[in-house]
């Protein structure tokens, strides 16, 4: 995934300009079950959420991933 990518997924979940973790100063959060759970999720609807779960784990090894992955699927099927 591209900085680009990842801007445009976090600005989605409503998340702007910088973030600390661990000390550190990063552009965006890290992508984890925590922070999805925590940010993206919130922004999808019923149908939304049961769409992104019904691919979860088909794609990918990493949860965090393959979540990650649902979500932004979801997202740009918005902005069709």
Partial sequence: ????ELQRFWEWCGIK????DDGRILRFPKITL???FRYAVPELDQAQYYKALSS???KQDDPAQA???AIKQVMEAEHD
């Fill in 34 to 36: 925590n922070n999805l």
């Fill in 1 to 4: 995934m591209t900085d680009e």
């Fill in 67 to 69: 979540l990650y992955q």
């Fill in 56 to 58: 979860i784990f088909l």
């Fill in 17 to 20: 300009g910088r973030w600390v």
